[in-house]
């Protein structure tokens, strides 16, 4: 069993913020693999369902950003689910727009969402990295992050979400090299 989470902020006001793109990841591998209806639990919006052979859980945590380790430590514990089960979709500055890298372990880089998983449940997870880019200073960074997405890069990010659904199975799988390099041969399309 794997624990698969979303990072983002609730509400209908940030929905399209490049900082919920982990968010929106979830929404769409949910739809696009059948998952079960959304439950209230944990702190968040909760999902079960298939993968391949695995089972998965998704997880959008219901609190703000800096809050999300509280909400994604409940589900570990509850489950008895070990760091490694555990993969986070999150929005990375320093990846270029919509370029997929996985990791695993490593700092936070100021990500508040990181930052608050790693005080909960430690730093060996599995990260999703979903390129935002860099504004170019870093006085725009808090208005880029918390800024929508623009209706030119809405291409970009169908694509990269469709690329990442259709290849959440080597994900399941572990096969991270795999998931990158089948993710980004979609791209090139």
Same mark, same amino acid.
């Given at each position: 069993?794997?624990?698969?989470?979303?990072?983002?902020?609730?509400?209908?006001?940030?929905?399209?913020?490049r900082h919920?793109?982990?968010?929106?990841?979830?929404?769409?591998?949910?739809?696009?693999?059948?998952?079960?209806?959304?439950?209230?639990?944990?702190?968040?919006?909760?999902?079960?369902?298939?993968?391949?052979?695995?089972?998965?859980?998704?997880?959008?945590?219901?609190?703000?950003?800096?809050?999300?380790?509280? &909400? $994604? =430590?409940?589900?570990?514990?509850?489950?008895?689910?070990?760091? +490694? %089960?555990?993969?986070?979709?999150?929005?990375? *500055?320093?990846?270029?727009?919509?370029?997929?890298?996985?990791?695993?372990?490593?700092?936070?880089?100021?990500?508040?969402?990181?930052?608050?998983?790693?005080?909960?449940?430690?730093?060996?997870?599995?990260?999703?990295?979903?390129?935002?880019?860099?504004?170019?200073?870093?006085?725009?960074?808090?208005?880029?992050?918390?800024?929508?997405?623009?209706?030119?890069?809405?291409?970009?990010?169908?694509?990269?979400?469709? &690329? $990442? =659904?259709?290849?959440?199975?080597?994900?399941?799988?572990?096969? +991270? %090299?795999?998931?990158?390099?089948?993710?980004? *041969?979609?791209m090139q399309?």
């Amino acid at each position: 069993m794997q624990l698969w989470v979303g990072l983002g902020n609730p509400g209908p006001r940030y929905a399209m913020h490049r900082h919920n793109v982990g968010f929106i990841t979830c929404d769409l591998i949910a739809d696009m693999h059948e998952f079960g209806p959304v439950q209230k639990k944990f702190a968040g919006w909760f999902q079960e369902g298939r993968i391949g052979s695995a089972k998965v859980l998704l997880l959008k945590p219901g609190t703000f950003m800096n809050e999300s380790g509280r &909400a $994604v =430590g409940e589900a570990m514990r509850f489950y008895k689910l070990p760091i +490694d %089960a555990l993969t986070v979709f999150h929005d990375e *500055l320093d990846l270029a727009p919509f370029k997929v890298k996985v990791k695993r372990g490593g700092g936070h880089a100021g990500h508040n969402g990181l930052r608050s998983i790693d005080q909960h449940c430690g730093a060996d997870f599995r990260r999703v990295r979903l390129g935002i880019g860099h504004p170019g200073h870093k006085d725009r960074v808090h208005g880029h992050v918390l800024g929508n997405y623009a209706k030119a890069e809405m291409d970009g990010l169908t694509d990269m979400l469709a &690329a $990442v =659904g259709a290849e959440a199975e080597w994900l399941a799988k572990g096969d +991270d %090299a795999r998931f990158m390099s089948d993710v980004a *041969l979609r791209m090139q399309d």
